[in-house]
């Protein structure tokens, strides 16, 4: 059975216009003079428009407090609207991680929410907020935590209870941590996929280091360590009242509100010691040129740039002026020679990155023709040696001042972006009124300080330089520009070469697995099975809306395998033959070859086939491992699928089965089939109800309305196509 099917939709629009005549009468006089025309006034020209200039940026009065038990506590009352708004930040990040579990933190955002509480599990939670048009959400990002509600007022008591019992005790269920490390086990397949996002990574990598927090990545092993007691440690190190501050903000009254958190907040009462500073940036890679070689892509995405900034820097304003001017947009020079005049690069620009506690990165970056790469190289060294060695035209600056100015008009424009900001700078440690003094500061930046800064900071002599592309279609090689290029490995560790595997593992795995053989009705008669049909009635819920789909499967061992399903836009169905390894898909748009996401969808629901599943001990090229004391992890080296099953500790039966369903656009989606309603086909127990999940989402009940084993189908039936 497949649940990753994506129907296409359109909506059908009518439109229908009415045509009413009109009857005039027209009186000429001819014993009157023709008037002689009168001059249209001038067009007003765009350049002689006036606008007065911006007003300092206001920030509304925000009630500040310390609760007793240390946690801060920050209220702004807006009554536009019927809503009440809260978001906790907690100082931790990521850059805590441990270099041999990278990943924790990420995992500990996600299901702190996702694993519910001590009296709710996640997807009750799911239910419940649903049902008020609520939301209570987590996450953990680099440097800061959030765990945040949105409610209408007058459910504000139900949220800001839910909102306390994520925050105060997640439960860290085991169940939505194998699905958060499955999401990020996905994410790790498919990081290469993207060329201009490996360019991004990669240049971001070298510039900080790989070898710190900065610059390290996920990778399949640092994934599969973590546990359900990192998570708890991780949690308890670093959610605690005094490592919080809360801000509140909606309709209500800031008194009551006040006391509200006070009463729902008052037994939280943890303490630990002050969390460390975060780790500093120490740049450990040397500047150069490094190449990642993909061969399936036809333009050279490219990140170039070195270290930039933070924000409290007082030269930041004079910097981001002298990027804009470079390469900020249409009208940057970097754009009007390389993009419009060259006419090499597909997309161009340059940013001086900064961050409120350690230094950002100033990057060029884009994206151009093949064989113009080392040219589009040059022509960017040369525009950077000219920003440093001559001033700028007034009216460059006055736009780029312009630009930087207008955009704070949007990053104030509610009370909510507001509160954020107030909150974020005192997060970081930066005075109440950082942006009047960096709103000021953009005003006085002047030509000669743009020069300036351009020839202290920006340095080409360090510049990192990261290509992605097929250096086969380059016009030169990137030698050419001066120095040795280094080669970027995009090679992903397996797991299993930095892990290798517990025999104690595989013999547990192994024994979970004959267990559930034996509970469906034993070994030898699954192995006897040699075809399979089934009809599935699908009732798709949530952004499905509702509907309904019927999918027929037909098995014949070893691996023969055919999937009809009736949608509402139309039939689709898909063959696999397992000899020659390919097979054939029909559409209503026509019929192809089975390639793609198509084939790998089709593998793998064959791979998790109910009767195969439970023979992959026998299966050669299949590995078991035990999870825990009730569920085996099953992995096929030929295909690379995985799969999860948990068995029921009271019948033996499988319960559910976990796994990434890929899809045909995006990344795989982690999903959650839950077998129940066991009936007998030949003397094998079977569920004929499966309720489907993915990404922690109820997404169909799924119900067999027809099943036979050993029918006497042959391999021919399933390959005729429609």
Request: zero cysteines.
């Amino acid at each position: 059975m497949n649940s990753s099917w994506r129907i296409p939709w359109r909506a059908l629009q009518r439109a229908a216009s009415t045509f009413v005549p009109m009857l005039g009468l027209a009186v000429l006089a001819w014993s009157q003079p023709a008037p002689k025309p009168v001059a249209a006034p001038p067009v007003p020209s765009v350049r002689d428009l006036k606008f007065p200039p911006l007003r300092p940026i206001q920030i509304p009065n925000v009630e500040t407090l310390t609760l007793p038990n240390g946690m801060k506590l920050y209220l702004l009352e807006d009554h536009e609207l019927p809503l009440v708004n809260a978001s906790a930040r907690i100082r931790t990040g990521n850059l805590f991680d441990p270099p041999d579990k990278i990943g924790l933190a990420t995992i500990t955002g996600a299901v702190m929410r996702s694993g519910g509480t001590r009296s709710k599990t996640g997807d009750q939670l799911d239910l419940e907020l649903e049902n008020i048009a609520a939301s209570v959400e987590s996450h953990i990002d680099e440097s800061s935590a959030s765990v945040s509600f949105d409610a209408l007022k007058e459910n504000t008591d139900e949220v800001l209870g839910l909102f306390h019992d994520v925050l105060t005790e997640p439960q860290f269920r085991q169940d939505k941590i194998d699905l958060a490390k499955s999401q990020l086990r996905s994410s790790i397949a498919r990081r290469n996929d993207d060329a201009h996002g490996i360019a991004e990574r990669e240049f971001e990598d070298s510039v900080y280091g790989k070898q710190t927090p900065y610059g390290w990545s996920m990778e399949y092993a640092t994934v599969d360590r973590i546990t359900r007691d990192d998570l708890t440690s991780f949690y308890q190190r670093y959610f605690f009242p005094a490592n919080v501050m809360l801000a509140v903000w909606g309709d209500f009254n800031a008194a009551e509100m006040k006391s509200k958190i006070e009463r729902v907040f008052g037994d939280w009462r943890v303490t630990q010691p002050a969390v460390p500073a975060f780790p500093a940036v120490r740049k450990t890679t040397a500047p150069g040129i490094y190449l990642a070689a993909k061969s399936d892509v036809t333009q050279t995405f490219f990140s170039i740039g070195h270290l930039g900034g933070e924000l409290r820097d007082k030269e930041f304003p004079a910097l981001q002026v002298m990027a804009d001017i470079l390469g900020g947009g249409f009208r940057s020079r970097l754009f009007q020679r390389v993009r419009t005049r060259m006419g090499n690069a597909y997309e161009i620009g340059a940013d001086w990155g900064a961050n409120y506690d350690h230094p950002g990165l100033f990057e060029i970056s884009g994206s151009t023709k093949s064989a113009s790469t080392v040219e589009t190289f040059k022509a960017i060294q040369e525009e950077v040696e000219k920003i440093r060695t001559s001033e700028v035209t007034d009216e460059e600056l006055n736009t780029a001042k312009q630009t930087a100015l207008n955009s704070l008009v949007f990053a104030f424009d509610t009370k909510a972006k507001t509160l954020g900001r107030v909150l974020t700078y005192e997060y970081y440690g930066y005075p109440k009124d950082f942006i009047q003094q960096y709103q000021k500061a953009l005003v006085a930046v002047t030509k000669a300080e743009v020069l300036r800064v351009a020839k202290e900071r920006l340095d080409p002599a360090a510049f990192t330089i990261v290509a992605v592309g097929n250096p086969q279609d380059f016009g030169k090689p990137l030698e050419s520009l001066g120095g040795p290029v280094a080669r970027i490995d995009l090679t992903i560790p397996d797991a299993k070469a930095e892990a290798p595997r517990d025999p104690a593992s595989a013999t547990k795995g192994t024994q979970i697995l004959q267990r559930a053989q034996a509970a469906a009705g034993g070994a030898a008669k699954i192995a006897a099975v040699r075809d399979y049909s089934d009809v599935a009635e699908f009732e798709i819920s949530g952004a499905g809306g509702g509907m309904r789909v019927r999918q027929t499967d037909r098995w014949v061992a070893p691996g023969f395998f055919r999937q009809d399903s009736e949608l509402p836009a139309g039939k689709i169905s898909a063959y696999f033959d397992p000899v020659n390894r390919n097979g054939w898909i029909s559409t209503p748009q026509g019929s192809g070859p089975l390639a793609g996401a198509q084939l790998k969808q089709v593998q793998g629901d064959l791979f998790r086939l109910y009767f195969r599943l439970l023979l992959s001990d026998r299966l050669p090229g299949v590995t078991l491992d035990a999870v825990d004391d009730r569920t085996v992890e099953i992995r096929d080296a030929e295909s690379g699928e995985t799969a999860r099953m948990e068995i029921d500790p009271a019948t033996g039966l499988p319960s559910k089965v976990l796994y990434d369903s890929v899809v045909v656009a995006g990344a795989p989606v982690p999903v959650e089939d839950r077998y129940s309603d066991f009936q007998e086909a030949g003397g094998i127990k079977i569920p004929v109800k499966i309720t489907i999940s993915q990404a922690g989402r109820k997404f169909a009940d799924v119900t067999l309305s027809d099943y036979k084993i050993n029918t006497g189908l042959e391999t021919g039936d399933l390959g005729k196509q429609p």
